[in-house]
């Protein structure tokens, strides 16, 4: 341990006589380059991730509970509802009625010679207005006009992506139609019922299951499908200790056996996973050219310093400072501003950037984008960051301790 403890007196010594500018310039290139590795990959993944938050929150809560794949609707919804409402573990629910049909716009204004119609296909949801509410607070994404109100009839809130205003890409199976505001009129085509409906507001969340949608009290769309039963085709719920845990639980009734019980997670299927992934290779790959800029910045500091003092590292080695001294003085160097750099860019990171964006999502135009970060991901970075310094450190004050002893004092 006696060389390792000179070359740390070393070190220190060498560190309390630098130039202070040159060190704080260093530090604070540690730790740019530790928040450039944190913080790309956080908010690439961040964008994902606040979607797939969104999806949770304003559509699907933390379980899903839907029809069989070979059902057209949950049996026994009354017996789960039921069971919902006396579980300990479920704060609220929202059950809904769905339908899929075509909506027609603008069919006021055809004359004999369009041939084309203006239509799309969407979903018909009929909410409990209330339930809904506890669930999703839906009615805080009505943009504009206004949300139903109880006692409502033949009025309707449309999902924004539906509308060629606000989603004006149109490809196969995302059609939109034209010239929809508060006050236009919709037609409602469901296989030989026919409903005409007025606009009463426009939803925009960010989630695109919320947005592809066109919502009903549920009285009245259950009058419109001709719903005789209390079935329903899609329940969200929100747990008070763990989407798994309420998930099983419902399973463990045999509930299962009658309905798709899924977390989240689960509902949202592999696509959010995959794509949050190819985002995390992403950044790390930008994160890694961000590291070897810190890298070779350690790597001249190291060396120039070196060069400079090799007078001063040829008399070390002549009164016996071992070599291996030599080249962990300027090891540790390298290692004390990697270490000041992350320290300094934890603080910048939790005291600065995780609060504002906590509090200030990035508002992307499909996801309210956050800082996605965990402390794994925080320590590894941080550990890439010294493995890099390390080597930054040693390979300069390998290539100067190992010249000539002589010929370092007399400086030739």
Known sequence: ????????????????????????????VMALTFLNLVFVSGILVGLIEGSSRDYTRYYSGDVLVSNLPDKTFIERSSVIISALS???????????????????????????????????????????????????????FVTIGEYLAPGDEGVVVVGAELLEEYSPISFAGFETIS???????????LGDRTKEVTVKGIIESKSGPVERRLYFPERELRQFIGRTDFNVD?????????????RDSLLARGFGDFALIRTSDEAQGVFFNEIKGTFSILGNVIGTIGLIVAGITV???????????RRYIGILKAIGITRFT??????????FYAL????????????????????????????DGI??????????????????????????ARIIAGGNTLNAILGR
């Open 326 to 335: 030599v080249e962990w003085t300027y090891v540790f160097i390298a290692l």
């Open 86 to 140: 006396d579980h300990p573990d479920v704060i609220s629910f929202s059950p809904r009625y769905i339908e899929s049909a075509t909506v027609e716009a603008n069919y006021l204004q055809l004359t004999k010679r369009d041939r084309l119609r203006d239509t799309v296909g969407a979903e018909l949801v009929g909410i409990d207005l209330a339930r809904e509410e506890l669930v999703t607070n839906l009615s805080e």
């Open 234 to 246: 899609e329940i969200a719920i929100l747990a008070s200790n763990g989407p798994e845990t309420l």
């Open 1 to 28: 341990m006696k060389p390792i403890q000179t070359a740390l007196f070393l070190a220190k010594r060498f560190i309390l006589r630098a130039n202070l500018s040159t060190t704080l310039l260093v530090v604070v």
């Open 371 to 396: 800082l996605a970060i965990t402390t794994e991901g925080v320590v590894v970075r941080a550990a890439l960051l010294m493995m890099a310094t390390f080597i930054a450190g040693y390979l300069p």
């Open 179 to 189: 010239g929809i505001e508060p006050g236009s009129k919709l037609r409602i085509n």
């Open 340 to 367: 000041a750099g992350t320290v300094l860019g934890l603080l910048i990171l939790y005291g600065i950037l995780v609060p504002y964006f906590d509090q200030n999502p990035i508002d992307f135009p499909f996801s």
């Open 299 to 309: 790597f001249i500091v190291i060396f120039i310093n070196a060069i400079t003092r």
